[in-house]
């Protein structure tokens, strides 16, 4: 069975000494969402561990926000993010 997955975001900016990328979102994201991060050169499969607005962390974020993320890879600007639907 082919999987499903649906974008929620767009990567604009990644702190590499911190393992965070700056995703603007598009759709809404959750603490548990598995996601795949795709682009030129990232291919990066995970679960959301954790996401902060603000420096707080925040369990669920919407369409319109951005969030900071925690990854497990470095991930490049312009990357797109996919949540992966069971």
């Known amino acids: 069975m082919e999987e499903k997955r649906i974008e929620v975001g767009k990567v604009m900016h990644y702190y590499s000494k911190i393992g965070v990328a700056v995703v603007s979102l598009n759709n809404e994201l959750k603490i548990g969402d598995e996601i795949l991060i795709r682009g030129k050169s990232t291919e990066l499969r995970q679960k959301v561990e954790s996401m902060q607005i603000e420096h707080k962390n925040v369990e669920i974020a919407k369409a319109g926000q951005s969030i900071g993320l ?17």
Do not use: S
Not at 70 to 86: A, S
């Open 70 to 86: 925690k990854v497990n890879e470095k991930v490049r600007e312009g990357d797109i993010v996919y949540k992966i639907l069971v």
